[in-house]
């Protein structure tokens, strides 16, 4: 599904409003996951939320920095249901410790995809071994409490 639409700036937040129209032709539902195409020049994972009557697909600085886009900017949006298993890479420190700890194993296995990456996220981007390492330690704290 191809639609036009300006990027919505809503204080420092980004999102792409979606169509009616187009929610209801993906047939999935109101909230699917989808592969989002920017202008042909920028594609990502997502899933469509629904907030204040509207469905939205978020459009982080992440992206804004990775694509050039910013609020306000006018673009062409395909959308496309994303059907791909979704999967978190556990870094390989994380996942050692893990093994370690049956009990964080055990609570880490039953998280959605989004809280896994709360968990997996700040350990790939440290910087350093000690910061990673404290970052592990707080993750199997969390997960064995």
């Known amino acids: 599904m191809k639609f036009r639409t300006n990027l919505l700036q809503m204080g420092n937040n980004v999102g792409i409003e979606v169509p009616q129209n187009v929610i ?47 609020g306000g900017d006018d673009v062409e949006i395909t959308l496309e249901l994303d059907t791909a298993p979704r999967v978190v890479e556990v870094p390989a420190a994380l996942a050692e410790a893990l093994a370690a700890n049956p009990r964080a194993q055990e609570a880490f296995d039953t998280l959605s995809n989004s809280k896994k990456q709360l968990h997996t996220l700040p350990v790939a981007e440290a910087k350093t071994d000690e910061t990673r390492d404290r970052r592990v330690a707080k993750s199997i704290e969390t997960l064995s409490a």
Not at 34 to 48: A, E, F, H, K, L
């Open 24 to 70: 209801d032709s993906l047939g999935a539902g109101k909230k699917p996951a989808v592969t989002v195409d920017v202008n042909g020049s920028y594609q990502y994972r997502s899933t469509v939320a629904v907030m204040g009557g509207k469905y939205l697909i978020s459009f982080n600085a992440a992206h804004r920095a990775a694509s050039g886009f910013s």
